[in-house]
């Protein structure tokens, strides 16, 4: 799998990171695939429904060291 764009989400609360996350989202084309990393809690439990939600693809969900989440969502 290639990554086309990180964004970096460590440090923000909710609803920052999901704002971005879907800011970032709409500048992508359709099978590109952004990584995300956030330290929210919050992000990890509401990605799943907003890929859901919006026709996005879950990837992978991996906890990282220092408390860093790295979620990766392919557009639909």
Do not use: F, Q, Y
């Not at 989202?25 to 919006?54: F, R």
């Amino acid at each position: 799998m290639e990554i086309t764009m990180t964004l970096d989400c460590k440090g923000l609360s909710c609803p920052m990171p999901m704002m971005k996350i879907t800011k970032t989202m709409k500048g992508l084309n359709t099978g590109d695939v952004l990584e995300i990393l956030g330290t929210d809690p919050g992000t990890k439990t509401d990605l799943p429904s907003w890929c859901a939600k919006n026709g996005h693809e879950l990837l992978e969900t991996t906890d990282l060291e220092g408390g860093v989440n790295r979620m990766v969502v392919r557009k639909g």
